[in-house]
């Protein structure tokens, strides 16, 4: 079933790669610039998420600390990650690997050729009401994301390479020469 | 729990949204003593009635939604909490312990009838100072600004437009 197959990857996947195009649809249906990047995990907690188009951005962490850095605004901004992921998508692909500690899963369908699970925070205080996720050969292929304000992020992986491992300092944050700091 | 903003009508004269932006902003404020920022993206649609405001984190996703009008600004928050104020900088002081100039941001970023030149600086706009560091080519609007203030406390709030209305992408 998928959610095997999404249980599957998670226990067996203790790092990939892959590149991603993320749209937002606001509640009034309008959708956004669709934007794009790649990214890097690896369990528990540590993820590198670069948006490459329409502007470049990264967020980075190292499993305790997840450090943003915007191009455009020139700024770091720096939070504990355990704030920040929780019952967040994030956690989905990268958190740890019993997804059902932090997830009810059902089995949402077969649509657009894949298999789709859908994924209900056990958490009321995250910002997620559900989080569909498409598998495709036993990949997470798509991801849609149903915020409690009424925003769905709906994002498609591709290219993805299981357990091809990342150098540690894939995950090591550092600021560009003259970036405005915070904490 | 009641929703935040009205569903709105588009055949409705009131509802129809008349200018809309979206971007990404940074805040660098102080807290307790220590120098603190925080980063997101913002939707701000208007409509002769009111602006909503939604406010989201970098990777997308919906944490405070913002209903202002002339009278109150109201907040629902992604926790499903409901907040009321008179102004929009009572209700993000309430809810973040500063405030953002919401309440004069319209005018900040300029529109085309008026419209602030690169670089210079729109001082003392209720204690913010304003600098337009970026524009768009045509027509030729704020872009970047760069928000500042010193009293009560300093705070700079930055923020980059990816879209607004009213400097439609040129058609490739």
């Known amino acids: 079933t998928p959610i095997d197959d999404l249980q599957q990857f998670n226990s067996t996947t203790s790092s990939a790669s892959g590149s991603f195009t993320q749209k937002v649809i606001g509640k009034s249906g309008s959708a956004k610039k669709v934007s794009s990047g790649t990214f890097i995990f690896a369990r528990p907690g540590k993820f590198r998420w670069t948006y490459t188009a329409p502007y470049e951005q990264v967020l980075v962490s190292d499993g305790k600390t997840l450090s943003i850095f915007d191009k455009d605004l020139n700024q770091v901004t720096k939070r504990s990650l355990g704030s920040a992921i929780g019952s967040s998508p994030a956690a989905i692909l990268f958190g740890g690997k019993d997804l059902s500690a932090n997830f009810t899963l059902s089995d949402g369908g077969s649509a657009d050729g894949r298999a789709w699970v859908t994924a209900v925070p056990k958490s009321k205080s995250g910002n997620f009401t559900k989080v569909n996720i498409g598998m495709r050969n036993g990949l997470p292929d798509a991801m849609e994301l149903y915020d409690t304000l009424g925003q769905v992020t709906v994002l498609n992986f591709s290219g993805i390479s299981k357990n091809s491992g990342a150098p540690a300092s894939t995950f090591n944050f550092v600021a560009p020469a003259g970036a405005i700091q915070g904490k | 729990c009641a929703s935040v903003a009205p569903v709105r009508d588009a055949n409705n004269i009131d509802d129809k949204v008349q200018f809309s932006m979206d971007g990404r902003f940074a805040v660098q404020y102080i807290e307790n003593g220590e120098d603190k920022s925080m980063t997101g993206k913002m939707l701000w649609e208007e409509t002769r009635r009111a602006t909503d405001i939604t406010l989201s984190t970098p ?114």
Do not use: C
């Open chain 2, 59 to 172: 990777l997308g996703n919906a944490i405070a939604g913002l209903h202002i009008t002339p009278n109150e600004a109201r907040i629902k928050t992604s926790d499903g909490h409901l907040f009321v104020e008179n102004t929009p900088e009572e209700l993000m002081y309430r809810l973040l312990g500063y405030e953002l100039p919401f309440s004069n941001l319209r005018s900040m970023v300029g529109s085309s009838q008026k419209s602030l030149a690169e670089h210079t600086v729109l001082e003392g706009i209720e204690g913010w100072d304003v600098k337009v560091t970026n524009r768009f080519p045509n027509p030729n609007l704020a872009k970047k600004l760069i928000i500042t203030r010193i009293k009560p406390t300093p705070l700079t709030f930055t923020l980059f437009i990816d879209e607004r209305s009213d400097a439609p992408e040129p058609t490739e």
